[in-house]
């Protein structure tokens, strides 16, 4: 059974920082392509940022800069390290696979709330 479980989200003032981890379960981790995807209100969820299984990292341009995503194979944990937090940047964040084709289950996600 695959599993998702998000945590380290937060009240953050603008400017501020946290850090994401997404512990992953059921998956072939070391093969597969992570992401990171948020959910804002009444917004659809839209992926953020991704890492390979070589490394390389791609992000949504609007978190350029800002975020860094990374992985650590020997705990099947992807991380999500964010700097800079803007109001913009309050939603959901969920860990998942960054495929085609249909997605394993969500997990419950992590609040991260920027406000002063």
């Known amino acids: 059974q695959v599993q998702f479980v998000e945590s380290g989200g937060g009240l953050v003032q603008p400017g501020g920082s946290l850090r994401l981890s997404c512990a992953a379960s059921?998956?072939?981790?070391?093969?597969?392509?992570m992401g990171w995807y948020r959910q804002a209100p009444g917004k659809q969820r839209e992926w953020v940022a991704a890492?390979?299984?070589?490394?390389?990292?791609s992000y949504v341009d609007s978190v350029k800069g800002r975020f860094t995503i990374s992985r650590d194979n020997a705990k099947n944990t992807v991380y999500l390290q964010m700097n800079s937090l803007k109001p913009e940047d309050t939603a959901v964040y969920y860990c998942?696979?960054?495929?085609?084709?249909?997605?394993?289950?969500w997990g419950q996600g992590t609040q991260v709330t920027v406000s002063s």
């Open positions: 890492v390979n299984i070589g490394g390389s990292t």
């Open positions: 998942n696979e960054r495929r085609l084709g249909r997605l394993p289950s």
């Open positions: 059921g998956i072939t981790f070391s093969i597969s392509t």
